[in-house]
């Protein structure tokens, strides 16, 4: 069928370059070639009209004219935009509320869920302040976790509210063990200031025979009872596979050590705390559902 349409096509092209060739010549061959080819020219002036118009015809509505038009257009972008950041931020809360209720029950310690109240946009790497405090049974010095990692200790707290130091701020200390060994060593922060990245960790006093490699799990080792044992801190850091340390006057091995999870966008916090304190309101006791304080902030 192509075939033959293509013919069909040809011979008329033909015909009517013979018809304009054999007839042109006079004034009666010109009226009978301008009578021929009047509705293929009208056809092709009709779909010029066509496609010159403006391209506000030829698609749905029309673009506002008027400043203030475009000002109420803006204005109401900003604002659908400002709702849905407010539900991604609900969505991230509810996401790391979940992990929360995954996270596997001690019976040493009493977990608290707190919510991050204050996050300074500078320092944001070395710390922030939760809504919960020393009434709902949260001491200085208690692990904070999120995603089942370590991120930090509690610095300082008053009666209602807590001021975390993370695992990447100077002053933040911890015993830790490297995955799969016997040793142990100090985590602490570094004075190392970064603003778009997390603060970086290192691990000192660790035999300098120990052999580590890039990506290794470094856990809390539990000693002096204040933080619970195997948690997850970070994963020791490097480049090509091979693992970032340093021999420290011949005596110790130093390694540098990076978070474990995403310290940037961290809305709700657990605090282990010790039984051997009293129960408080608002603070969740092991072998019970987690849930989330009901009190007001």
Same mark, same amino acid.
């Given at each position: ?13 033909? !015909? ?28 092709? !002036? ?99 976790? !999120? ?7 509690? %610095? ?20 830790? !063990? ?73 005596? %110790? ?23 051997? %304190? ?20």
């Amino acid at each position: 069928m192509q075939v033959l349409a293509k013919r069909t096509m040809a011979i008329t092209f033909v !015909t009517l370059l013979a018809l304009v060739w054999l007839f042109g010549r006079g004034n009666a061959g010109r009226s009978l070639a301008f009578g021929f080819l009047k509705p293929f020219s009208s056809a092709w !002036t009709a779909v010029q009209r066509r496609f010159s118009r403006p391209a506000s015809t030829l698609v749905p509505g029309s673009l506002p004219s008027s400043p203030r038009k475009v000002r109420e257009l803006e204005a109401r972008l900003h604002l659908l935009e400002l709702k849905l950041a407010r539900v991604d931020g609900i969505v991230e809360e509810n996401r790391q509320l979940r992990e929360v209720a995954t996270l596997p029950r001690r019976r040493e310690w009493r977990m608290v869920i707190a919510d991050v109240a204050v996050r300074d946009p500078v320092t944001w790497n070395r710390g922030f302040l939760i809504n919960r405090g020393s009434r709902h049974g949260i001491v200085p010095g208690a692990a904070v976790l !999120t995603h089942s990692a370590v991120i930090g200790k509690i %610095y300082a707290c008053s009666a209602s509210n807590a001021v975390v130091r993370l695992v990447g701020a100077d002053g933040c200390e911890l015993s830790v !063990t490297p995955e799969g060994t016997a040793a142990n060593g100090i985590l602490r922060g570094t004075k190392e200031r970064r603003w778009r990245h997390p603060a970086p960790s290192i691990i000192d006093f660790l035999p300098k025979s120990l052999e580590m490699t890039r990506g290794q799990r470094i856990l809390t080792s539990g000693l002096g009872g204040t933080i619970p044992e195997g948690l997850l801190v970070g994963r020791v850091a490097g480049k090509s596979g091979m693992a970032d340390t340093k021999l420290i006057d011949g005596a %110790y091995l130093q390694v540098r050590v990076e978070p474990a999870t995403d310290l940037s966008r961290i809305r709700v916090v657990v605090v282990a705390c010790p039984m051997g %304190y009293p129960s408080q309101p608002g603070s969740l006791h092991a072998g019970t559902p987690h849930e989330r304080p009901s009190e007001s902030r």
